[in-house]
């Protein structure tokens, strides 16, 4: 099993800060109207500015690894996982692969797959499967 690293690498930590900017600048476009419209004192408004990059800076490191594609590389990678079905595919129904259901329809050559029967996944397009009966290994 790989490790997986504690500290995130330095593109991580630049995506994430480019995807906090806009939310920024909003906020900082929104400050500055307030100021002006509501004569706020400055400390307040940079008060509040810090409060918001402080909450990007604490909330860092419980998020970084979704932002690291590396992190879990296959999941989501779903072709060639196997689950079973839970309804029977004729020629649509639900299967379960990994703990979570899936609507899935059967492969083309295929006439039907039993409710309880072992899947493998064929392809996918979007949020259905396309699967195929297989046997358990």
Same mark, same amino acid.
């Given at each position: 099993?790989? @490790? @997986?690293?504690?500290?995130?690498?330095?593109?991580?930590?630049?995506?994430?800060?480019?995807?906090?900017?806009?939310?920024? !600048?909003?906020?900082?476009?929104?400050?500055?109207?307030?100021?002006?419209?509501?004569e706020a004192p400055a400390y307040l408004t940079w008060g509040?500015?810090?409060?918001?990059?402080?909450k990007d800076i604490f909330l860092f490191p419980f998020l970084?690894?979704?932002?690291?594609?590396? &992190?879990?590389?296959?999941?989501?990678?779903?072709?060639?996982? @196997?689950?079973?079905?839970?309804?029977?595919?004729?020629?649509?129904?639900?299967? &379960?692969? &990994?703990?979570?259901?899936?609507?899935?329809?059967?492969?083309?050559?295929?006439?039907? !797959?039993? &409710?309880?029967?072992a899947i493998c996944i064929e392809a996918i397009d979007g949020? @259905?499967?396309?699967?195929?009966?297989?046997?358990?290994?």
């Amino acid at each position: 099993m790989d @490790k @997986k690293p504690d500290r995130p690498p330095l593109r991580v930590v630049i995506k994430y800060f480019l995807l906090q900017l806009p939310g920024q !600048v909003a906020f900082i476009l929104i400050l500055a109207l307030g100021r002006q419209w509501l004569e706020a004192p400055a400390y307040l408004t940079w008060g509040l500015l810090g409060l918001w990059v402080g909450k990007d800076i604490f909330l860092f490191p419980f998020l970084w690894r979704f932002h690291d594609p590396n &992190q879990y590389p296959d999941r989501f990678r779903m072709v060639g996982r @196997k689950g079973f079905a839970l309804t029977r595919l004729n020629p649509v129904g639900y299967v &379960q692969v &990994q703990g979570e259901r899936w609507q899935a329809g059967i492969h083309e050559e295929q006439a039907s !797959v039993e &409710q309880g029967e072992a899947i493998c996944i064929e392809a996918i397009d979007g949020l @259905k499967l396309t699967v195929r009966s297989c046997t358990e290994d």
